[in-house]
């Protein structure tokens, strides 16, 4: 292998056709699931957003389902990443903010949980920007 080239199973990997895809499918699959979770059980999913302290919690409900099922389903189709991953980088950051506010809390393992899961949120939000730019990249070589 010269310097500068990359192994050729990783290369083998990064240009199977279906890598692109599965790599959004990873990124976006539990906000697909989550959606449809809270879309077949309604009041837990009313429940949950007045966990949280939101009001009116069934808007926030509805809110949630529709940016959970629309903003996968445009990163998956392939048009319009941007605004799936912008939709989806939004709501993780209101959602870290909201759910894991460790700067708030009594050092212990619930802190520990909340700031782990609040830097999770932001990594996501790395590869929602990331998704954003590798299909502008590849739209511009079209």
Same mark, same amino acid.
């Given at each position: 292998m010269r310097a500068g080239q990359d192994p050729r199973f990783v290369d083998a990997i990064l240009e199977w056709a279906p890598t692109w895809f599965i790599a959004r499918l990873m990124l976006v699959g539990a906000y697909l699931l989550g959606g449809v979770v809270k879309l077949s059980n309604w009041p837990? =999913?009313?429940a949950e957003?007045?966990?949280f *302290?939101?009001?009116p919690p069934a808007l926030w409900a *509805?809110?949630?389902i529709a940016i959970e099922l629309v903003g996968p389903l445009l990163i998956l189709s392939g048009r319009l990443i941007w605004l799936g991953a912008g939709m989806l980088g939004v709501f993780t950051l209101l959602a =870290?903010?909201?759910a894991n506010a460790f700067w708030s809390m009594p050092a212990g393992a619930e802190r520990f949980a909340a700031t782990n899961a609040f830097f999770e949120h932001i990594g996501l939000i790395g590869g929602f920007v990331l =998704? =954003?730019?590798?299909?502008e990249q590849v739209k511009r070589r079209a």
């Open positions: 837990a =999913a009313v957003q007045a966990h *302290g939101m009001t *509805g809110i949630t =870290a903010f909201t =998704a =954003a730019l590798v299909a």
